[in-house]
């Protein structure tokens, strides 16, 4: 988690070569900075931000965990799967249910490294970058964006991260 570590795991993406690697290293990368911003910490994980926001580390957790399974499995795969935490009745849920329960947390690493790793796989298996599938907001999306798209989501959501994990230890880093 710190400036200098040779151990980083962000440090592998390749920076030459082939596309569908290259976009695979960079979201491994940002996967990475998620699980090192939320490190070593447990009911911690659901400190919110600042009153009135229910954002925290363990809601971006069980965010991004639907956002996998929604352009994964639902948009690309066609598979009928509901988000795990948030719905039409509770929108919010991914953050408002982020609550410092050690099941809770437990269920929240839990779904995400099995999204994550159903992502790696359809991925990897998928025949080329320029297959689609249909989503009700973007219309037709191929591969290639939601590869794009999810380092995006990623990103933005691990400047959040940065921000909380400072607040919560004063822990900083890449």
Excluded at 74 to 96: H, I, M, T, Y
Excluded at 101 to 125: H, I, K, N, Y
Excluded at 141 to 159: D, F, K, Q, T
Aim: hydrophobic share 45%.
């Amino acid at each position: 988690m710190f400036v200098g570590d040779d151990d980083d795991p962000r440090l592998g993406a390749p920076s030459t070569g082939e596309e569908r690697a290259m976009l695979i290293g960079f979201l491994s990368a940002q996967r990475a900075t998620l699980e090192l911003k939320c490190a070593g910490l447990e009911g911690e994980l659901a400190r919110r931000s600042v009153e009135p926001s229910t954002l925290s580390l363990l809601g971006l957790v069980r965010h991004l965990a639907d956002v996998e399974r929604r352009w994964f499995r639902q948009v690309l795969a066609g598979q009928d799967a509901p988000p795990r935490f948030s719905s039409a009745v509770e929108p919010d849920g991914d953050f408002d249910g982020a609550v410092p329960d050690p099941d809770l947390v437990t269920e929240a690493w839990q779904a995400w490294r099995a999204e994550v790793a159903f992502a790696d796989v359809f991925t990897g298996d998928a025949p080329h970058l320029d297959i689609a599938g249909k989503d009700a907001w973007r219309g037709t999306v191929s591969l290639r964006w939601v590869l794009i798209h999810m380092i995006e989501e990623y990103a933005r959501h691990n400047g959040h991260a940065d921000l909380l994990r400072e607040r919560i230890d004063g822990a900083i880093g890449v």
